[in-house]
């Protein structure tokens, strides 16, 4: 398994970027992949879900109505489309992806042990 980001890179406040994730060895049906962030001094934030089994997507409520997922499982990626962008939002991005075996998508997301595969990040910058 193997998920690659692209896609990061520097924006205005107020701007877009979108974030790729390219995923192998992945079977979309039975996982739940999404995004985390992690800015410089700050925890680790899951901001977005999207699980094709249950046909649900979930956003953390910091970037609720800004931030859009999506996933083509014919190109084997996950999207970030990333508009009204905030200086708040720099931070690396990471995809990651859970099976769930069965389970609500919440539950293996939120899990700390229920996605077991990583991306290597990429870093996003806004400016003020």
């Known amino acids: 398994v193997q998920l690659v980001e692209s896609g990061g890179g520097l924006a205005q406040a107020g701007g877009s970027l979108r974030l790729t994730c390219e995923i192998s060895?992945?079977?979309?049906?039975?996982?739940?992949i999404g995004w985390f962030r992690q800015a410089p001094g700050k925890e680790q934030e899951g901001i977005s879900y999207i699980s094709t089994s249950e046909g649900t997507t979930w956003y953390a409520d910091s970037v609720k109505g800004r931030f859009s997922i999506s996933s083509d499982n014919s190109k084997n990626s996950l999207y970030l489309q990333m508009n009204s962008l905030k200086f708040e939002d720099t931070a690396v991005y990471f995809c990651?992806?859970?099976?769930?075996?069965?389970?609500?998508?919440?539950?293996?997301?939120?899990?700390?042990?229920?996605?077991?595969?990583w991306g290597q990040g990429t870093q996003v910058t806004v400016s003020s």
């Open positions: 060895g992945v079977s979309f049906d039975e996982y739940v």
């Open positions: 990651a992806a859970g099976k769930t075996f069965g389970l609500p998508a919440v539950e293996v997301f939120n899990s700390d042990y229920g996605l077991e595969y």
